[in-house]
């Protein structure tokens, strides 16, 4: 029997997060193993009179390039992907895939060389969507290995991502609009401060955001969302932050991170696992160790971690701080090859800071119900 909630979960992607409209160009992405996904989106786009380009991956590709690609391999960006990037109209990924630790062996200078490589596509997507020319979205196929991640079965990992994503329900892109309301109301509260502080155990962290936006994410480009984020100014972070959810990069895990910031910069680095990849990942580019993102996990129908950033940095009543590159949207001026999203669980023991009084406290807000 088909699962009506992927038949949802597509229109949604389609018609709500993408908008997407008859003769523009889309793009589908995903493994084979998401195979129900993708051509339940394939359809949908083609209901829309999209003209759509489908690349599936096959299994241990990421890994085998990395393992035996020559460094001008490393380097090098794809004429098509230029192409791609500069005149597509919008991005639909499905992760998915067979293996999330595949990478684990591999050594992180090669990783940082390919990103640092592909630098200059990432920057030129930013810039398109901020100025409305593109439009993403990813999402995630529940798939074996990932309910492995998550410590549960597959089946239970299904009922996870749908309920997370409110497919589940009989009218998933009305609810979605509902979330979007509340945020947007947070998010206006949010532009008229000028500092945020983040304090709990080993933490006190401030961030100024004067002259920002703070930007409503409501399903448009991660699914599921559930979350409002801005770029703070470059050079202004200061303090110290502890991570108490793993920072996972390709799959592989860094432990308990510890940054320390001085003038917008992170000065002093600290893992209790994995502390190379973190270290060799900073020194990626000259952005890489600046904060590009703040943001409030927002989503209360997620509240576990699985070690899949989709999901763990909308935790509601978690923030997350990530370092490398800003958000154009928000105002956010960082360049770099590198986005990591690393989440603090502010949810018992913390105290956020507008200004210098208390907006939430153990991960709730003094001012605003945004739980659905």
Known sequence: MADTRIENLARLLVHYSLRLKKDQWVEIIGPYNAEPLLLACYVEALKAGAHVSMRVLLPDTNYLFYKHAQDHQLRHVSPLEKLMTDKRDA???VWGGWNTKELTGIDP?????????????FVRRLQREAKGLFR?????????????????SRSEYEDFVYHAGMVDRPNAIAHWRAVSRRQAKFARFLNRLSSIRIVGPETDITFKTRGRKWVNCDGRVNFPDGEVFT????NETEGHIRYSFPAVYGGREVHIVRLTFHKGRVVEARADKNEELLKEMLKSDAGASRVGELAFGTNYSIQQFTRNTLFDEKIGGTMHVAIGAALPEAGGRNKSSLHWDMVCDTRKGFVVYGDGKPIMKDGKHKRFQIAD
């Open 91 to 93: 991005m639909l990924f």
């Open 109 to 121: 200078k090669r990783i940082a060389i390919a990103q640092t490589a592909r630098k200059e596509l």
């Open 136 to 152: 993403w979205v990813g999402t995630l196929y529940p798939t074996d290995s990932s309910a492995q991640d998550a410590e549960m």
């Open 231 to 234: 770029s703070p100014l470059e």
